[in-house]
């Protein structure tokens, strides 16, 4: 869970239970029970958010590291068949197979 989303959730949570545990003063104040509910509401919304947000995350960093795995792979396959074509023909050549490289 995000810091930001963390700080939000134990500042909404610490007022709610005080307004709940002062509710004569609370009502004093103009504060409905509507709005504790409906903060209460929130608060497990964004918990439930954050949590998706988390799986997310993970299964993106699972899957961005397939992808590197698999953009190492193909440098190394493209290493060897340039290697073996630069080998085995002059520069001139190069040009022919793909290969931009001068050198």
């Known amino acids: 869970m995000y810091q930001i ?3 939000q959730l134990e ?3 610490l007022i709610i239970s005080g307004v709940k545990r002062n509710q004569r003063l609370g009502r004093e104040a103009g504060i409905e ?4 509910a409906k903060m209460e ?7 439930a958010l954050s949590a998706e947000m988390d799986k997310i995350q993970d ?3 699972k899957k961005s590291d397939e992808a590197h795995a698999a953009l190492e792979t193909l440098k190394g396959r493209t290493k060897i068949v340039k290697k073996a074509i630069k ?3 002059d520069p ?6 793909g290969i ?3 050198r």
Do not use: A, H, I
């Open 5 to 7: 989303f963390k700080d």
């Open 11 to 13: 500042k909404s949570k």
């Open 33 to 36: 029970e509507g709005v504790l």
């Open 41 to 47: 509401e929130d608060c497990k919304r964004l918990e």
């Open 59 to 61: 299964e993106f960093r």
């Open 87 to 89: 080998t085995k023909y």
């Open 92 to 97: 001139t050549w190069w040009t022919k197979f």
């Open 100 to 102: 931009p490289d001068k």
